[in-house]
């Protein structure tokens, strides 16, 4: 019989998850739980989306009212699975200005574990909806990466955060950044405020069919110091830890240090 401590995940966690709370993922967090069990990883961080202005995304994320039926379900699998999984309460949280105060009203409300800081829109235009991916054709990309960058380097100024949420994003239907030296820009600034980065696998599962961030930037950001954080950005149970032994090996490749959170800590 196979030791947990001998298969290919164990000691690694999976930290960036969601749930059907944001209307976009399906299975309950148990359900969750026990793919990461039997994938053999030592834990997992639920990061669903947070609740925003009435305005924002409404389709995409659970309500305000919703906030305590997520942490109930998360606490839930925490006493299921407990001594068997270590599982975190996070969030995965937008930067969009104007809206800091109802995302800090929101990690005041409960001991979050770990809290990802994301772009997702561009002024009013979701970049990464596939709804809207034939807006890309009508922008200059090399305009459109430095406004994004920017948008990221005020999420990682903002204080708001622990890790930057999938760096390169807006390459995910294949537009990828003609420069790179506004990605640049912002790893100096996220090594420089001791922030982490998420590695994100969920870009294997996307039409450029690369993690987030790139080799390149992987490179870049081990290089200045920058943790690395694994998540599978899984919104069902099948997709959790999803290629993680070759996203560890391509992390150590690089010279990166994985870790994870608790109690808004890092820890490895």
Same mark, same amino acid.
């Given at each position: 019989m196979t030791s947990p401590a001998s298969l290919p995940l164990a000691g690694l966690y999976d930290s960036h998850m969601h749930t059907p709370l944001c209307q976009h993922a399906v299975g309950h967090p148990r359900e969750y739980a026990q793919a990461a069990l039997d994938a053999g990883l030592s834990g997992i961080t639920f990061t +669903?989306?947070?609740?925003?202005?009435?305005? #924002?995304? =409404?389709?995409?994320?659970?309500?305000?009212?919703?906030? /305590?039926e997520y942490v109930d379900m998360v606490q839930e699998a925490q006493a299921e699975f407990a001594g068997r999984l270590h599982?975190?309460?996070?969030?995965?949280? +937008?930067? %969009?200005?104007?809206?800091e105060r109802s995302v800090e009203e929101v990690l005041a409300a409960h001991p979050w574990d770990y809290v990802i800081g994301s772009v997702h829109y561009l002024g009013?235009?979701? $970049? &990464?909806?596939?709804? $809207? =991916? +034939?807006? #890309? !054709?009508?922008?200059d990309l090399g305009s459109l990466y430095r406004h994004y960058y920017a948008?990221?380097? !005020?999420?990682?100024?903002?204080?708001?955060? &622990? =890790? *930057? !949420? %999938?760096?390169?994003?807006?390459?995910?239907?294949g537009h990828r950044d003609p420069d790179g /030296?506004? /990605?640049?820009?912002?790893? &100096?600034?996220?090594? /420089?405020? !001791?922030?982490?980065?998420? #590695? @994100?696998? =969920?870009?294997?599962?996307k039409p450029v069919a690369e993690a987030y961030p790139s080799p390149t930037l992987l490179t870049a950001a081990a290089e200045r110091g920058i943790p690395l954080v694994l998540g599978s950005d899984a919104h069902q149970p099948a997709e959790v830890g999803y290629a993680f032994e070759a996203a560890a090996e391509? *992390?150590?490749?690089?010279?990166?240090?994985?870790? @994870? #959170?608790?109690?808004?800590v890092r820890r490895g």
């Amino acid at each position: 019989m196979t030791s947990p401590a001998s298969l290919p995940l164990a000691g690694l966690y999976d930290s960036h998850m969601h749930t059907p709370l944001c209307q976009h993922a399906v299975g309950h967090p148990r359900e969750y739980a026990q793919a990461a069990l039997d994938a053999g990883l030592s834990g997992i961080t639920f990061t +669903d989306h947070i609740p925003m202005p009435a305005w #924002y995304d =409404a389709p995409w994320r659970m309500r305000r009212d919703q906030l /305590a039926e997520y942490v109930d379900m998360v606490q839930e699998a925490q006493a299921e699975f407990a001594g068997r999984l270590h599982i975190g309460l996070g969030l995965e949280a +937008d930067f %969009h200005p104007g809206t800091e105060r109802s995302v800090e009203e929101v990690l005041a409300a409960h001991p979050w574990d770990y809290v990802i800081g994301s772009v997702h829109y561009l002024g009013a235009w979701g $970049f &990464d909806n596939p709804e $809207f =991916a +034939d807006e #890309y !054709g009508r922008r200059d990309l090399g305009s459109l990466y430095r406004h994004y960058y920017a948008l990221v380097e !005020g999420a990682a100024r903002s204080g708001l955060f &622990d =890790a *930057v !949420g %999938h760096l390169d994003l807006p390459k995910k239907f294949g537009h990828r950044d003609p420069d790179g /030296a506004a /990605a640049l820009k912002v790893l &100096d600034t996220v090594a /420089a405020l !001791g922030l982490s980065l998420d #590695y @994100n696998t =969920a870009g294997e599962r996307k039409p450029v069919a690369e993690a987030y961030p790139s080799p390149t930037l992987l490179t870049a950001a081990a290089e200045r110091g920058i943790p690395l954080v694994l998540g599978s950005d899984a919104h069902q149970p099948a997709e959790v830890g999803y290629a993680f032994e070759a996203a560890a090996e391509r *992390v150590r490749a690089a010279g990166g240090q994985l870790v @994870n #959170y608790a109690g808004r800590v890092r820890r490895g």
